[in-house]
């Protein structure tokens, strides 16, 4: 039992350091493209505001399309 649990303690690390990986790709990519298009700082603002929070969800949406092999 012990191995499947290292195995799964394995995976479970693997699966969150490449969640972290890819909420900072979308977030940086988001800054130079996304926010970087506001005109003025208001909307500038809110647009990262925006990006920080719908970040999580994309990745989310990324690695589970990414695992399920779609």
Known sequence: MGD???????GGMVL???FS???AAIITTGKSSFVA???????????LTLLIVLAPVLTLILLYYLIIGA
């Open 4 to 10: 499947i649990t290292g195995l799964l303690w394995l």
């Open 16 to 18: 969150l350091v490449l």
């Open 21 to 23: 990986g890819l909420v």
């Open 37 to 47: 298009g506001a005109n003025t700082p208001a909307d500038k603002q809110q647009r």
